[in-house]
């Protein structure tokens, strides 16, 4: 489903990612962990064209970008990756001047052209799915942190993504909101969504994920299944991590 190779991006002097493999399989939930500045949310970005990577190939679902590519040939593999891809940040980035259904149902028919009464009903169907239908005319300033970011999960979901990824979709929360947003993204690991989950949310990559990656310092230190990696972890910047957590093996 998502392929990544010898991905290298810099901002100016400052290379944050140093050549990164990676191949994720339909239905995979990665959880990606790692110390602040460590190069998660550029990967994240770089994965649907939110950044531009300075080295390297993407492949996602069938559609490559790689930096050899004509400017115009780049433009429309980002644009097929965008189509294939949902993206939840750390800060809703809901539009404030819609209603819940209206945000969850603009980007349906003004980017699919889809009618009206059809991306209604989608709406409803996601918004009940996320546990926010009677929020459905409600403006987003009306609305607590978890349930801004669960209709920005239902917003996503509304594009009919095959994957979706997330950039510390509960770090702006307060804590006793963010089992609410982490229990629907449970729920859409449960019926098959391809994710990519950039969080500091340890219990939710021990319960949720089938493969960890631990980036620090702009690569790929290790990766594995969650109970290996955290019993076992293999490097000594991995085991530092996690104790800086006090999430020490089990
Ligand atoms: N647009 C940008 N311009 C310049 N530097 C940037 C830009 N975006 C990110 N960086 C730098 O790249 C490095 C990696 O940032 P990134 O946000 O990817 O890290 P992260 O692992 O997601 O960290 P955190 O857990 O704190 O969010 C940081 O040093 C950051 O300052």
Redesign the pocket.
Known sequence: MIEVNSLGKR??D?E?LKGIDIQIGAKEIVVLI????????????CLNGL?EPTEGTIRVGGIEWNQAMSANMKKEAIRGIRNLTGMVFQSFHLFPHMTVLENVTMAPMTAKKMPKEQAVRLAESLLSKVGLLEKRDVYPSKLSGGQQQRVAIARSLAMQPQIMLF??PT?ALDPELTGEVLAVMKQLAKEGMTMIV?T?EMKFAREVANRVIF?AD?IIQEEGVPKQFFAQPQTERARKFLRQLDQQPD
């Open positions: 901002f100016d400052l944050v790692g110390p602040s500045g460590s190069g998660k949310s550029t990967l994240l970005r950044e950039d510390e770090s950039v500091h980036m702009g």
